[in-house]
């Protein structure tokens, strides 16, 4: 009899031990506010970890539309690097086929900005912020409003327009680059240095 209940015993402990085993752990509400346990806080580092590895090691620049970047900027906000461009533009090609072909570019890109690929004579009309820009025939090429705007009228291929997260300029630089030539102009905008020093101030300091 006492060995029937020994095992009767053992036998609950087991299902016990199993079941507790099995269970997910529950999050704790204390004071209005959910407790993460410790294993899921360390599978949502994981995760964010995983997504920024993945961002560290794109093989190539997303480029999206003036249009796309504006919506993506609502749902998460972002600096803007826009690429001004011409079907036409010898060094434009060599920007896209050296530069922007370089991985630490790519990382620097990819990571801190919203990359715009903008066509600076392309005819399509464009929306923004209650103006409607469009292309207008102007001497033997013509160019589109919004590059016009964007370039304060400085029209020179390919230039880059640098935007903060609530799409305002802070500053256009012009001309090809290689990629110590970019990196550090990255580097100074989206670590927000251009609002305490000037780009020259920021290199002196590299």
């Known amino acids: 009899m006492k060995n029937t209940i020994n095992f ?34 360390q599978k949502e580092e994981v995760t964010a970890k995983v997504a920024e590895d993945a961002t560290m090691n794109a093989t190539e620049i997303t480029w999206v539309t003036w249009e796309e970047a504006v919506a993506l900027n609502k749902k998460e906000g972002k600096k803007i690097f826009v690429d001004m461009y011409t079907d036409w533009c010898g060094w434009c090609k060599r920007m896209d086929a050296t530069t922007f072909r370089n991985k630490e570019v790519i990382n620097a890109i990819s990571k801190d900005f919203y990359a715009v690929k903008f066509d600076a004579e392309q005819k399509e009309p464009i929306e923004f912020r209650g103006t409607k820009f469009e292309f207008t025939k102007a001497g033997r090429r013509g160019a589109h409003g919004l590059a016009v705007a964007l370039l304060d009228g400085r029209l020179g291929y390919p230039s880059f327009v640098y935007l903060d997260e609530k799409l305002d300029r802070i500053t256009i630089s012009p001309g090809f680059k290689k990629p110590d030539g970019i990196l550090p102009e990255l ?14 101030e920021f290199k002196e300091n590299l």
């Open 187 to 200: 580097s100074w905008v989206a670590g927000g240095h251009y609002k305490t020093q000037t780009f020259d």
């Open 8 to 41: 009767l015993v053992l036998v609950c402990l087991t299902v016990l031990l199993i079941t507790s085993c099995d269970r997910k752990p529950e999050g704790i509400v204390y004071d209005n506010k959910v407790i993460v346990p410790q294993e899921e806080t």
